[in-house]
């Protein structure tokens, strides 16, 4: 039996899917958060603070609980931390529009972070699942699916707006993902049920520290910064960009405009990045080349005052944030043993989201200190300094795979029928043709 399964186009269209309506569901609400905090009874003085921690509240939980369902996963199949994930994002939504406070609607936000995590759980699920040579573009399709609804969500939320009320956006998501929960409790394959050991022996569960030191500190932390520097660009991109328009009133078309240039290059290299994995082998290379170019556009923003010039440096830098989180999530799965991956891939994806939360949390403290020409500055250097941290370790994994490569056996190299038989009396005696042992 083959060590690997390969994905049926089921499984992933099921997983497309279901991140498709997550992301574009909660990227919905993250435009018209204040206005829904507003609704529910939020001061004028005290919406943004409520607005703020709602956005960042699922991200802390998330980073914590993701490596603990990622160990489950390996003990029961990641299948099942598909459908918990979407169970937990329907009973979440369902919390969010019952809520009849601002305090409400955290605690909601807070059960999301702990019990949903769809995407974690969707690319846990597909470096588990994906062949050796094809997990680089399956984790490229699934974050491709990310990609689609953060692109798609703000424009479902700018349109609900209008409405003045978001309950229904709540609620079809809550049912949605209820739907999406069952079909993939029907038709999504575990794939552990084909990769289990036949004498049922489990194998010894690291402690989480020894997972990081197995995967290596420093391409984690690597992670935690570009995530850090990327996502801390969010609320400071606004009043950058606000700087440079000559009308106020032209400040959110430019912001929206230019959020979706950014995700649009995403979604393009999503797909790319993936192939290119799958062909080198060698993610932390890809991790540093493409944390090193996005790290220029940042900083070459950070110089520009002509709003056009940045169209196309969003969309390098979409293109190239694309590969950051499935390099390091392909790099963490090659790290894992064969019933591992869902827990490794789990701690690598919490170092992620760690980023993703304090990322936005310091820099919208420090704009009170800071020009915003400054903060995206200082965003870029933290992107940059990924590339100059991982590259020792990229250099390192290179060098060992040629090596790999130099010292292979001729016989996993050279076809078998090209192979030179021995001869004298130490020759294997030929057989006829058709006989039973051959093939």
Known sequence: MNEYVTMRRTDMGLLWISQFVNTAGLMALVPIMPLYMASLGASEATVGIWAGAAIAAPALPLAITTPLWGRLGDRIGPKWMVVRALVGLCLAMALMA?????????????????????????????????????????????????????????????????????????????????????????????????????????PARAALTSVCSRIGWIPLAGGFLAFFGLYGLIPIYADFVTELVSEPLQAGPWVGGLHAVMWAGTLVGSLWWGKVNDKTGLPLRTLVIASGVTAATVLIQATVGWLPALVPLRFIQGFCFAALAQSLMLYASQRAGQHERAGYLGVANSFLLGGQFLGPLMAGSA??????????????????????????????????SRGDAARAPVASIVPRRWRARPSGRHAAPRRPHGWAGDG
């Open 98 to 202: 019952a809520a009849g406070s601002p305090l409400g609607l955290l605690a909601a936000r807070i059960v999301q972070g702990t019990l949903g995590g769809v995407v974690e759980a969707a690319a846990a699920y597909v470096g588990s699942a994906a062949s050796e040579g094809s997990r680089g573009r399956a984790l490229g399709r699934s974050y491709s699916a990310t990609a689609a609804g953060a692109l798609a969500g703000p424009v479902a939320g700018g349109t609900l707006v209008a409405t003045g009320d978001l309950r229904p956006l709540l609620i079809g998501i809550a049912v949605t993902a209820l739907l999406l929960g069952a079909v993939c409790t029907l038709r999504l394959r575990n794939p552990h049920d084909a990769r289990r050991p036949s004498t049922g022996a489990e």
């Open 367 to 400: 704009m009170a200190l800071l020009t915003p020409s400054v903060g995206v500055l200082i965003t870029g250097i933290c992107v940059a300094s990924t590339a100059l941290l991982v590259l020792a370790p990229a250099i390192a994994t290179a060098r060992a």
